[in-house]
């Protein structure tokens, strides 16, 4: 089993940067892919990035990119979303999730564990 843990959320203002952090726990954590996905209030959940069990293979929602990374330290069993240029349509709850999956990780549905989620509000 695995158990994620988001943490670095917070309030922002426009064009401001925040770092979510997802601490991993309870397997090995290269075994899985990671992924990002938000949340915004009367929305459904959306992908917003994933990375790959090496971390050398990267995708983006193309409404965060050149804007957000995502990365990742196996060492530390972490897994990190470098947000700048923040926008206040960027306001959500964020999720980390893994995935025993070896394709097609903007699907959520191909997830299998998720995190309880960091709320991040960027004010205009």
């Known amino acids: 089993q695995v158990q994620l843990v988001e943490s670095g959320g917070g309030l922002v203002q426009a064009g401001g940067s925040l770092r979510l952090s997802c601490a991993a726990s309870g397997r090995t954590f290269s075994s899985y892919a990671m992924g990002w996905f938000r949340q915004a209030p009367g929305k459904e959940r959306e992908f917003v990035a994933s990375?790959?069990?090496?971390?050398?293979?990267?995708d983006y929602a193309d409404s965060v990119k050149g804007r957000f990374t995502i990365s990742r330290d196996n060492a530390k069993n972490t897994v990190y979303l470098q947000m700048n240029s923040l926008k206040p349509e960027d306001t959500a709850v964020y999720f980390c999730?893994?995935?025993?999956?070896?394709?097609?990780?903007?699907?959520?549905?191909?997830?299998?564990?998720w995190g309880q989620g960091t709320q991040v509000t960027v004010s205009s």
């Open positions: 990375i790959n069990r090496s971390g050398a293979n990267t």
């Open positions: 999730a893994g995935t025993d999956s070896f394709s097609y990780y903007y699907r959520e549905g191909r997830y299998d564990y």
